[in-house]
């Protein structure tokens, strides 16, 4: 990647900020013709590269190629009212461009907290200076906000001392996010096995779609370079290990505990070479906070949480609902801080409600009842009675209408306020998938002993249940 110059501009196209790395083109020229390219290209035209040519056509990148037509080539991301673009005269590394803008991105929210217009013009001084830092004459370099953060303080203020002004070792060496000289009074790493759980179920009880998004989350304060390696219930470990058969014992009875791992996605500290080789997660870690890995599973998994919902409209201006919810996880395990949250119709009023535990209340300005219970052991089950007052059945009674056909509300047959059942909920020391920890080893060369803390967690990702 070789980028001329980088620039944001509103969605119309207007200039915030630029900087021109090269000299190589003329920046002002340049954008216009991407202004230019936003508010005359149709939208369903557009694409986030794309080439103007030195007679100021836009072609096509596919026609481009290395023939040499001249002009510049625009790569761009979206982000709220910004476009953040680079532009090349070379014949650049466009994965690698669109890379930098968003990881640009994720350094600007991270310094800005939120990324708009408003908070690039409040940050222009800051804004200079991480674009100065990110790209060293059209080439990129680190855009880690921990490392930058050494000599970029939030103000942007530089350091007075020339010592501190250089810019810090892990820039130029081969383990860029994390700094040499580290070190903590208490040598401590925390992981969480963090799952969420995505789910539809039909109103018979069908499961339509369910996948489990999980990471690896961990809290490092380790002095020094210190090496970690951390091994998982891996079934390609396991299946591995059988075929060698210098665990083979072990591998076979634990091989129903293996889990098969999908959509990895490592932190880049992680050596994927020696983990394509034979499955170990060999890394360096950064300091402080960080997603060592995530993954994706695919799989049949039935409602931990399961809600039935009885709709009952009365005539005489009213409607009740029974609701019956029930948790099919183990005994032992227990989900706290559950939410089921149940659509009702716009119109309703006078709510009263009844549960066998925890407390319900009713949100009209989001068409809701949210039936909160603070701890739901494995194995139980709990009731729910909520009644409202519906004056829309009264008004289709005066008209003649038939309130079966809204079955419990709204106008006629409009049904739309029938939305799936939400359920919130988080279970600790519980994983939908069956991943664990094997191991987690500390290699440094001071030979310290360091405390590592393991805690599984399962959440409610997209979690609806169908109303009937």
Not at 152 to 179: H, Y
Not at 185 to 203: G, M, Q, R, W, Y
Not at 386 to 398: D, T
Request: hydrophobic share 35%.
């Amino acid at each position: 990647m070789v980028a001329s110059a980088i620039f944001i501009t509103d969605l119309t196209g207007k200039p915030l900020i630029s900087r021109n790395y090269r000299g190589d083109i003329p920046l002002t020229a340049a954008i216009d013709r991407f202004a230019s390219y936003l508010n005359e290209v149709e939208d369903e035209m557009k694409k986030p590269v794309f080439h103007v040519d030195s007679g100021g056509e836009v072609l096509n990148v596919d026609d481009v190629g290395c023939t040499g037509v001249g002009g510049e080539t625009f790569v761009y991301v979206q982000h709220s009212n910004l476009y953040l673009c680079g532009v090349t005269c070379k014949n650049s590394n466009i994965a690698l461009m669109l890379t930098y803008l968003y990881q640009l991105t994720s350094l600007f929210q991270d310094y800005f907290t939120t990324l708009n217009e408003e908070s690039i013009r409040d940050n222009f001084v800051i804004i200079y200076e991480l674009l100065d830092e990110t790209m060293d004459h059209g080439l990129p370099q680190s855009l880690d906000s921990t490392i930058l953060r050494q000599f970029i303080t939030q103000e942007g203020n530089r350091m007075a001392d020339d010592s501190k002004s250089k810019p810090p070792v892990a820039l130029t060496n081969a383990v860029s996010w994390r700094a040499e000289g580290i070190k903590h009074k208490k040598n401590e790493i925390f992981l969480d096995v963090v799952e969420k759980l995505n789910l539809l179920v039909s109103a018979n009880g069908t499961v339509l779609h369910s996948e489990i998004n999980g990471a690896v989350k961990m809290k490092s304060f380790l002095s020094g370079m210190p090496e970690l390696k951390l091994g998982l219930n891996d079934k390609l470990v396991f299946e591995a290990a059988g075929r060698g058969g210098s665990s083979g014992g072990a591998s076979s009875s634990r091989a129903g505990k293996s889990v098969e791992l999908e959509d990895i996605k490592f932190h880049q500290c992680v050596r994927l070479a020696r983990f394509e080789n034979d499955r170990t997660i060999s890394f360096i870690p950064p300091d402080g906070e960080f997603d060592l890995m995530t993954y994706r599973l695919d799989t049949h998994v039935k409602p931990l949480i399961w809600v039935e919902a009885v709709v009952e409209p009365h005539r005489g201006s009213r409607i009740e609902y029974m609701i019956k919810t029930r948790s099919q996880f183990k005994s032992r395990s227990v989900a706290n801080n559950v939410e089921i949250i149940i659509p009702v119709p716009p119109d309703v009023d006078s709510p009263s409600f009844k549960s066998s535990v925890g407390n319900v209340t009713y949100l009209p300005d989001k068409d809701c009842v949210v039936w909160t219970i603070k701890q739901f052991h494995g194995g139980r089950e709990y009731l729910m009675r909520a009644h409202f007052g519906l004056p829309s059945i009264s008004r289709e009674e005066a008209d003649g209408g038939n309130i079966n056909k809204g079955s419990g509300g709204g106008s006629g047959a409009d049904m739309s306020w029938k939305k799936p059942i939400g359920v919130k909920f988080e279970i600790p020391y519980f994983t939908v998938s069956g991943i664990q920890v094997r191991y987690l080893k500390i290699i440094e060369r001071s030979g310290y002993q360091a405390l590592p803390w393991v805690r599984y967690i399962t959440a409610n990702g997209d979690y609806q249940l169908r109303m009937a």
